[in-house]
Structure formats: C-alpha cells, structure tokens
C-alpha cells in the first residue's frame, strides 16, 4: 500500500503563492503517475494537475499559467507551485498516486485558504 504525505498547505492572500508537497512512501516512486485533486465545500473533487511517471503534464484549465506541477523522483516527492491564488482556489487538496502495478492511493488532504 502505497501511503502519500501532503504538506504546504495554509491562508495565503489573494495574488500569494503557496508550494503543496506530496511524499510517497513505499514502492517505486518512478512507476507512479502522480496527481492534484482538490474539493471545495459542497463541491465534487476535480483533478487539478497531473504528471505522468514520464514527466507529461496536463492542467485543469481553471489553472492553467498559475499552477506548476512537477515531481522529485529521487525524493519520492511530487509538488504543486501555485501562484496567483484567488478566493476560488480554496478548497482541501489531495495527492493522488496511480500505476497499473500499485493502483489508485490518496493522501489525507491538505487545506488551501485564499482570503484577505
């Protein structure tokens, strides 16, 4: 079982940065693609960034230009920079770890609060 440890979360202003972090333990880091999902309150979860174990990217359009993803295979560890954060950004956000080998992980959530 793969187990992902979310950081980096907090209140930021709007405008600010914050920089999410995400520590997979166990497994081959390498094999995985590797994912950030958010919820907003009363909302369903949406995928926000992924990277594929290759180093592919796709982003949600709502953050396309703000948000970066990226990942650290040789510290088993997947980021996302987030730049420009507006109130809408606001919500719990989730690593998530997929591969044909381990299947589907998720992290316990880290919450991201952009108010003034």
């Known amino acids: 079982q793969i187990q992902l440890v979310e950081s980096g979360g907090g209140l930021v202003q709007p405008g600010g940065s914050l920089r999410l972090s995400c520590a997979a333990t166990r497994g081959i880091f390498s094999f995985m693609n590797m994912g950030w999902y958010r919820q907003a309150p009363g909302k369903q979860r949406e995928l926000v960034a992924r990277?594929?174990?290759?180093?592919?990217?796709n982003y949600a359009d709502s953050v396309k230009g703000r948000f970066t993803i990226s990942r650290d295979n040789a510290k088993n560890t997947v980021y996302l920079q987030m730049n420009s954060l507006q109130p809408e950004d606001t919500a719990v956000y989730y690593c998530?770890?997929?591969?044909?080998?381990?299947?589907?992980?998720w992290g316990q959530g880290t919450q991201v609060t952009v108010s003034s």
């Open positions: 990277i594929t174990r290759g180093g592919s990217t």
């Open positions: 998530n770890s997929n591969s044909d080998y381990y299947g589907a992980s």
